[in-house]
């Protein structure tokens, strides 16, 4: 049967029609409509690009906010969690920026378990007492601006340094060992979930209370002097730490190049096997030292007798194990050696420079310990638990939910952290509301797009070069950038774009990221 539609119930159903419309027109950003157009063309920009072959199959996450008009501009699974990699740092430095303060700087010290003697001679131990300073090291601070064309110090200076002030005090000779005491944090040199084939390399260095030269060896790789020789292998500084299998051969000019590397996790063997042809530049790489507090101590006896101060004894280390806490029970306290007097110190750089560092390079080891340091000056023991509890407190205090991230380290190294790319952006609006010393500093150390750090070669000759800050993230089958942007119009931003599972590689999906981005800018 059909129906009619009486006038009255048409008069109704336009009113209620206009009603509606009204109601959109009132919900929609207090923007001129040419404004409008151009927001639909960047987000149309940025859906065509998620919906292309290559990147639907992968996993994005988006979230776009502006920071002058506090609205979200466009999410794309903004709520889901997904793996950071390193834009884990961001939680863990701005934690640090806030709670320990950018001025603060870290002291490690020598001292003697006995006082030395009118002849120069101590008859008890040397103690090198470590309080997580992650500067010791030719690293030249603050981040480049002045240095970006000055060579490095060398990578021992700070233990040369102490054998310096040791020697100029008189001390002559050392009865007993030289000791590498890390106790200021609990001895847990990685995170849980760590992958296993990261922990040979620098960037799975492991963590100590006394980190000389980023915990790492360097390694240079040679071809020999003609082919069928053995390559040249040589390791600074050498320790006798590693027992070198070199199996690695020289082939004539035009060889295939196949160096491949293996140290087995809690050997103390490095294997070397494949080609490298006659001519080739040879390779350089950065290795993980097994014990950090053995390492710094080894460094320190071999200045000092370097320096003419004789070392009866040995070098070893001494840690304060986190075991697995057992309910009902507590871990035994850390207690600090006895000494008698303090014979050299280091002071680093205020902690500000560092945190630079981190961020603009992307440091592991570094985020690792502001972790712990943030754990011991919340009144923790320097673990890794009492270190995320207090950054969780902060990101509580920042209005970051607990489901809306899942930690598990400080640096994003581990690929079991989670976190939703609308808590990144909600930690960057909340440092852009802190005073303006904080908000600044927060700021200043992120790579700049087409500039520095880890941006550095990114965007260049595009809108975002100098537009654009952002902390990148990398690991396999994961890509991150986060941070703030000022668009076309000039419209401040904070966002972060993620993405997992692709199988492309990093090359492609970086490609895929700045273009995003640009879209994103061009408002």
């Known amino acids: 049967m059909r129906r009619t539609i009486s006038a009255r119930h048409r008069r109704f159903a336009l ?7 009204a109601g959109t027109l009132a919900a929609a950003p207090p923007w001129p409509f040419r404004h409008r157009r151009r927001r639909a063309r960047w987000i149309a920009r940025i859906e065509q690009i998620l919906r292309e072959p290559n990147q ?8 776009i906010y502006s920071l002058d008009r506090r609205r979200v501009l466009f999410s794309y699974h903004g709520d889901r969690l997904f793996v950071p990699a390193s834009n884990t740092k961001l939680f863990t430095i701005a934690a640090t920026l806030c709670r320990v303060g950018p001025n603060y700087r870290f002291h490690t010290r020598v001292e003697a378990s006995r006082a030395p003697d009118s002849q120069g001679r101590v008859e008890g131990n040397l103690i ?47 009865d007993g060992d030289i000791v590498g005491d890390d106790t200021y944090f609990r001895y847990q040199p990685y995170p849980d979930d760590w992958a296993q084939d990261d922990l040979m390399w620098g960037y799975g260095a492991p963590i100590s209370a006394l980190a000389v030269d980023d915990n790492q060896y360097q390694m ?49 063997t490095l294997h070397l096997w494949g080609t490298i042809p006659l001519g080739d530049r040879g390779d350089h790489e950065t290795l993980a030292v097994g014990d950090p507090a053995l390492f710094a101590a080894q460094l320190l006896k071999r200045d000092l007798e370097r320096q003419g101060v004789m070392v009866y004894g040995r ?67 320097g673990s890794l638990a009492s270190g995320m509890q207090a950054r969780q407190a902060f990101l509580n205090q920042a ?28 930690l960057l609006r909340y440092m852009a509301r802190q005073p303006a010393p904080l908000a600044r500093d927060f700021r200043s150390y992120l790579p700049v797009a087409g500039r520095d750090g880890s941006l550095e070669n990114r965007f260049l000759n595009t809108p975002a070069a100098g ?57």
């Open 56 to 63: 639907a199959s992968a996993d994005w996450g988006i979230y």
């Open 315 to 381: 070098a070893r280390a001494r840690h304060c194990r986190a075991y697995p806490r057992l309910p009902g029970t507590t871990l035994p306290p850390c207690t600090p050696s006895a000494a008698a007097a303090t014979v050299a110190e280091l002071t680093s750089p205020p902690l500000g420079q560092d945190l630079q560092w981190i961020l603009k390079v992307s440091q592991n080891l570094h985020a690792e310990l502001m972790l712990r340091l943030l754990g011991k000056r919340a009144g923790g023991d």
């Open 467 to 523: 537009n654009l800050l952002g902390k990148t993230g990398s690991v396999e089958h994961v890509r991150a950038l986060s941070g703030y942007a000022v668009t076309r119009r000039g419209d401040h931003l904070a966002y972060s774009i993620v993405v997992n599972n692709d199988n492309l590689g990093g090359r492609q999906m970086r490609a895929a990221i700045d273009r995003i981005a640009l879209a994103m800018l061009d408002q």
């Open 128 to 174: 090198l007492v470590g309080h997580g300073d992650p500067t010791l090291s030719g690293r030249l601070y603050p981040y480049p601006n002045p240095h970006l064309k000055l060579k490095p110090n060398p990578p021992d200076t700070a233990m040369a340094a102490l054998a310096r002030q040791i020697a100029a005090r008189g001390i002559k000779s050392v």
């Open 220 to 268: 240079q790789i040679l071809p020999g002097a003609q082919a069928g020789e053995r390559a040249s292998v040589s390791l600074h500084p050498w320790l006798g730490a590693f027992r070198v299998d070199n199996q690695l051969l020289t082939v004539p000019a035009g060889g295939k190049r196949d160096i491949e590397i293996d140290r087995p996790v809690g050997s103390n």
């Open 399 to 426: 209005g970051i939910a607990p489901n809306a991230v899942y930690f598990v380290d400080g640096s994003g190294l581990s690929r079991a952290t989670l976190v939703k790319p609308s808590a990144l952006v909600r």
């Open 15 to 21: 009113v209620l029609a206009l009603a509606c419309f």
